[in-house]
């Protein structure tokens, strides 16, 4: 209906009672965000998914994607950044059972998803005239999730350039 002030507040409502998860109330509020122009708000929201996301996907990710996702990680060693993840989202889990996974047996992640939440937030970034960040959202999709890049993004005189949505 193009209310997206009320939608922001029913959204603000649906997380406040702990649905934020299974209802996409953060990623909802990112969308009605956007439409109000609020980018930090949406940026903010966009990041609260992310993370929800990563919260499941990194432990059948396998370490050599999350490093092309998140190359700010590329000087730690792998066992460390291996714990850091396991005690950030699976702190209950022994760190070996954890490091089989994530470090030997875990194969390339497919997901719609947390491509879909680095674009918005690169999105985001670019309404704020922030460049630099914007294109680092988009490098995350590029290098980590191919297929997504090529539906998000055309490349015109070596220069990438955002698809309309």
Known sequence: ???????????????????????????????????????PKAIEDISSSIR?????????????????????YDAVPDDTLCEKLRA????????ADFAKQFLIEAKNFESTVL????VK??????????????????????RAFPEWAAVSFVEKNETRIRKPQ
């Open 1 to 39: 209906l193009g209310e997206y002030q009320p939608a922001v507040q029913d959204f603000t409502q649906s997380i406040a009672i702990g649905c934020k998860e299974s209802c996409g109330s953060y990623d909802n509020r990112a969308d009605a965000c956007m439409k109000l122009h609020n980018y």
């Open 121 to 142: 937030r690169g999105d985001a970034y670019a309404a704020l005239k922030q460049t630099l960040k914007a294109n680092r959202e988009y490098d995350r999709v590029t």
């Open 88 to 95: 950030l989202f699976f702190p209950a889990m022994h760190y």
């Open 115 to 118: 491509p879909d939440l680095y």
């Open 52 to 72: 929800q996301t990563l919260s499941s996907a990194v432990f059948i990710m396998n370490i050599d994607q999350f490093r092309r996702i998140y190359p700010e």
